[in-house]
């Protein structure tokens, strides 16, 4: 029995969206969005032409020159438009993201609640943070101040994960200090952000060319990063991708803030308190079928943990049902597309292949309502080594990998070769054993007793090592990316 309705079954081709309309592309490259619980296309989204993306970014930089003239306390009456229209709709958006992403209806809601905090918060950073500084009489009669600027038209380019929350990671900051966006979202996932700007566009009244949006692959990525009037970008997506446009920033000498990949660890302590840390486990494992950022992907159980976690680890997740996330008590959708299915499927084989233990084997599942999905089961890997394919490199879907360690030493050690440095989770009771490895590990974010490290939008978000390039963080951080500072000294006679 469906305990939530599908929107629309089809929302067609999307327009793109400049200076306040909705345009359909005039390009003939359309790609196929897919409902991956049912492997059928539910939408269709324009390889938007380079004409296009620059007449975006015109539009974005028109309305900057007004923006940024706005008063503060009129900018942020927009702001709380937005979170309204997101309030009230957040249960018809959340039934979009699970039709085109696939997560469970739950884990959509509460991207949908992230996207609104983000919101909230960019209000605060409005009216408070954006304060400059002031100091008189530096030398005789002269005092000294700064300034915070807005930079103008900003580009975000979102991944197919999270296709609501991650475009407002950004928004609101670049909105409040009076900066316009073109955005990009994921050719995979672009219908969820598509009805948000529906709602936004016929609700929020806001002015045209603050937002724009322009759809495709990394050719209008490359367009939109590349054009005179961007002044930087922001993105999240992987590494690979990061690593190109890093390199191409580099090169136009634009602003850059770029999440990307990750392979983070859970240690779990003898002393951890077993049940309350397997469930946690589970849902930092397997919660959006492991196509999370913050996903724990390698479990690492010290010495007497072992027999305490393991096998509990492995009974809970063989329980998990899969289905359609807008079906009633299902813990587990699809992987996104067939190709990341397929990708899944490499990583299990080259586990096998490497020699890893596969205790838990979560492929040919049967999804009996949904035979065509893109589903795969949990699947734990035990016997696993450090230096295997499976405990390496981003899987991005619901394996486990197990290393067995002796010594929490062995175990930083491990966490700081790792190329990566997202997030890392410690699940112990002694606090003298939390503090020191969360002093020891080179990561962003540390979850303690947590099993997804989830900042909150009130601080900033990013990793390090092959997880983040640039300087300044996401969400409230990114205040630093959106303005630059000017410093003013002067002096009347
Ligand atoms: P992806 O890198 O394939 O795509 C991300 C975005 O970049 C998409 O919009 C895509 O169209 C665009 N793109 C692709 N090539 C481009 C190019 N050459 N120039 C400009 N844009 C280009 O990522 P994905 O598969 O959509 O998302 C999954 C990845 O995102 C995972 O690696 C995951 O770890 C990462 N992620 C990181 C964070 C974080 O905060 N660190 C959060 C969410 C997801």
Known sequence: MATYKEVLPNYGKLDIYINGKFISSETHEYLKVFNPAKDEVIAQVPNTLKEEVDEAVESAYEAYL???????????????????????????????????????????????????ENVETAIGVAYLLQKGEYLENVAGGIDEYLVREPLGVAAIISPFNFPVM?????????????????VKPSEITPVPFHWVMKLLHEEARLPPGLINVVYGLGNVGEALISHKKVFGVAFVGSTRVARIIYKRVGELGKKALLQAGAKN???????????????????SFFGNTGQRCLANSVLVPVGEAYDKVVPKFIELAKQLKL?????????????????SL????????????????????????KVEKYP??????PTVFEDVTPEM????????????????????????????????????????????VARKYRRSVNVGNVGINIGIAAPMAFFPFGGRKESFFGIVHGQVDSLDFFTDKKIVIERWW
């Open 66 to 116: 007004k923006w940024r003239e706005t008063p503060i306390p009129t900018r942020v009456q927009y702001l709380f438009r937005i979170k309204d229209v997101l309030e009230r709709h957040k249960d018809e958006i959340a039934r979009i993201i699970v039709q085109n992403h696939g997560k469970i209806y739950d884990e959509a809601l509460g991207e949908v609640r992230r996207a609104i």
């Open 166 to 182: 991650v475009p407002f990671w950004f928004i609101p900051y670049a909105l409040a200090v009076g900066d316009t966006v073109v």
């Open 265 to 283: 660890f859970a240690v779990v302590m003898p002393d951890a308190k077993m049940d309350r840390t397997v469930t946690n486990l589970i849902s």
């Open 323 to 339: 289905g359609y996330g807008l079906d009633e008590d299902v813990d587990m959708g699809p992987m996104v597309t067939r190709k």
């Open 342 to 365: 397929e990708r899944v499927h490499y990583y299990i084989e080259k586990g096998l292949e490497e020699g890893a233990k596969l205790s838990l084997d979560g492929r040919n599942v």
């Open 372 to 377: 065509n999905g893109y589903f795969i089961g």
């Open 389 to 432: 394919t499976i405990a390496r490199e981003e899987i991005f879907g619901p394996v486990a990998s197990v290393i067995k360690a002796s010594t929490l030493d062995e175990v930083i050690d491990m966490v700081n070769k790792s190329e990566y440095g997202n997030a890392t989770s410690i699940f112990t009771s002694s606090g003298e």
